[in-house]
Protein backbone atom coordinates (compact mmCIF):
# COMPACT_ATOMS: atom_id res chain seq x y z
CA UNK A 1 0.00 0.00 0.00
CA UNK A 2 1.44 3.14 -1.00
CA UNK A 3 1.32 6.13 1.30
CA UNK A 4 -1.14 8.25 -0.33
CA UNK A 5 -3.80 5.53 0.82
CA UNK A 6 -4.02 3.85 -2.71
CA UNK A 7 -3.19 0.46 -3.46
CA UNK A 8 -1.70 -0.03 -6.94
CA UNK A 9 -3.17 -2.91 -7.77
CA UNK A 10 -6.62 -1.36 -7.19
CA UNK A 11 -8.08 0.32 -10.36
CA UNK A 12 -12.09 0.03 -9.57
CA UNK A 13 -13.93 -0.26 -6.44
CA UNK A 14 -17.92 0.00 -5.20
CA UNK A 15 -18.56 3.29 -4.73
CA UNK A 16 -20.09 2.89 -1.10
CA UNK A 17 -16.77 1.61 -0.08
CA UNK A 18 -15.09 4.46 -1.85
CA UNK A 19 -17.30 7.16 0.20
CA UNK A 20 -16.59 5.45 3.69
CA UNK A 21 -12.51 4.94 2.71
CA UNK A 22 -13.04 8.97 1.76
CA UNK A 23 -14.22 9.54 4.67
CA UNK A 24 -17.60 11.11 3.00
CA UNK A 25 -19.96 8.87 5.45
CA UNK A 26 -18.84 7.18 8.54
CA UNK A 27 -20.21 3.65 7.34
CA UNK A 28 -20.70 2.23 4.82
CA UNK A 29 -24.53 1.81 5.81
CA UNK A 30 -24.53 5.25 5.38
CA UNK A 31 -22.92 5.68 2.64
CA UNK A 32 -25.26 3.00 0.47
CA UNK A 33 -28.48 4.19 2.64
CA UNK A 34 -26.98 8.14 0.76
CA UNK A 35 -26.78 6.82 -2.85
CA UNK A 36 -30.07 4.97 -2.30
CA UNK A 37 -31.80 7.96 -1.57
CA UNK A 38 -30.26 9.61 -4.67
CA UNK A 39 -27.89 11.85 -2.79
CA UNK A 40 -24.47 10.41 -4.63
CA UNK A 41 -24.61 11.24 -8.65
CA UNK A 42 -22.47 9.99 -11.28
CA UNK A 43 -22.38 12.49 -14.79
CA UNK A 44 -26.10 13.52 -13.84
CA UNK A 45 -27.00 10.23 -12.89
CA UNK A 46 -28.27 8.19 -9.79
CA UNK A 47 -25.84 5.80 -8.82
CA UNK A 48 -26.18 2.06 -7.45
CA UNK A 49 -24.52 0.96 -4.46
CA UNK A 50 -22.48 -1.62 -6.69
CA UNK A 51 -21.55 0.31 -9.18
CA UNK A 52 -18.15 0.81 -9.45
CA UNK A 53 -15.91 3.86 -9.95
CA UNK A 54 -12.30 4.18 -10.90
CA UNK A 55 -9.63 7.37 -11.04
CA UNK A 56 -11.13 10.03 -13.22
CA UNK A 57 -15.01 9.72 -12.32
CA UNK A 58 -16.73 12.97 -11.52
CA UNK A 59 -19.54 12.22 -8.06
CA UNK A 60 -21.81 14.60 -7.17
CA UNK A 61 -22.61 14.16 -3.11
CA UNK A 62 -25.40 15.80 -1.51
CA UNK A 63 -24.52 16.16 2.23
CA UNK A 64 -26.55 17.59 4.58
CA UNK A 65 -26.76 21.98 2.97
CA UNK A 66 -23.60 20.67 0.80
CA UNK A 67 -23.28 19.94 -2.59
CA UNK A 68 -19.81 18.70 -3.54
CA UNK A 69 -18.46 17.83 -7.05
CA UNK A 70 -15.45 15.32 -6.69
CA UNK A 71 -13.35 14.11 -8.73
CA UNK A 72 -11.60 10.66 -8.09
CA UNK A 73 -8.26 10.81 -7.96
CA UNK A 74 -7.22 7.47 -6.30
CA UNK A 75 -9.29 4.25 -4.85
CA UNK A 76 -8.53 2.88 -1.48
CA UNK A 77 -10.80 -0.07 0.10
CA UNK A 78 -9.29 1.04 3.46
CA UNK A 79 -10.44 4.01 5.51
CA UNK A 80 -7.54 5.76 7.07
CA UNK A 81 -6.59 9.45 8.61
CA UNK A 82 -8.51 12.29 6.95
CA UNK A 83 -4.97 13.82 5.39
CA UNK A 84 -4.65 10.29 3.54
CA UNK A 85 -7.99 10.18 2.63
CA UNK A 86 -7.67 13.37 1.57
CA UNK A 87 -5.72 12.54 -1.60
CA UNK A 88 -8.59 10.12 -3.07
CA UNK A 89 -10.30 12.82 -4.38
CA UNK A 90 -10.13 16.57 -5.58
CA UNK A 91 -13.36 18.85 -5.12
CA UNK A 92 -13.59 21.38 -8.37
CA UNK A 93 -12.98 25.09 -7.76
CA UNK A 94 -16.55 25.75 -8.58
CA UNK A 95 -18.14 23.23 -5.85
CA UNK A 96 -15.73 24.86 -3.24
CA UNK A 97 -17.07 28.70 -4.32
CA UNK A 98 -20.62 27.30 -4.56
CA UNK A 99 -20.58 25.84 -1.05
CA UNK A 100 -18.67 28.89 0.42
CA UNK A 101 -21.81 31.01 -0.87
CA UNK A 102 -24.72 29.00 0.51
CA UNK A 103 -22.90 28.96 3.76
CA UNK A 104 -22.76 32.67 4.10
CA UNK A 105 -25.89 33.30 2.86
CA UNK A 106 -27.59 30.84 5.87
CA UNK A 107 -25.21 32.76 8.32
CA UNK A 108 -26.83 36.36 6.70
CA UNK A 109 -30.14 35.22 7.05
CA UNK A 110 -29.92 33.79 10.43
CA UNK A 111 -28.07 30.67 10.57
CA UNK A 112 -30.19 28.22 11.77
CA UNK A 113 -33.82 27.58 9.83
CA UNK A 114 -36.29 25.83 11.88
CA UNK A 115 -36.49 21.86 11.66
CA UNK A 116 -40.45 20.77 11.67
CA UNK A 117 -39.54 17.12 12.94
CA UNK A 118 -39.20 18.29 16.86
CA UNK A 119 -41.18 20.19 18.93
CA UNK A 120 -39.95 24.25 19.73
CA UNK A 121 -38.21 24.35 22.68
CA UNK A 122 -39.26 26.12 25.65
CA UNK A 123 -37.24 29.23 24.45
CA UNK A 124 -38.48 29.04 20.81
CA UNK A 125 -42.31 28.84 22.47
CA UNK A 126 -41.21 31.98 24.17
CA UNK A 127 -40.54 33.73 21.26
CA UNK A 128 -43.81 32.33 19.42
CA UNK A 129 -45.92 33.49 21.80
CA UNK A 130 -43.72 37.00 22.01
CA UNK A 131 -44.60 37.38 18.54
CA UNK A 132 -48.54 36.08 18.19
CA UNK A 133 -49.28 38.89 20.69
CA UNK A 134 -47.24 42.09 19.66
CA UNK A 135 -48.74 40.74 16.05
CA UNK A 136 -52.39 40.00 17.20
CA UNK A 137 -52.78 43.36 19.40
Known sequence: MSSGGSDPGLTRLRVDKWLWAARFFKTRSLAKAAIEGGKVQMDGQRVKVSREIGPGDVLRIRQGWDDREVTVLA??????????????????????????????????????????????SKRERRLIHRFKDVSGS
Not at 101 to 116: K, L, Q, V
Open 75 to 120: VSDQRRGAPEARLLYEESAESIARREAEAAARRAAGGITPNPNRRP
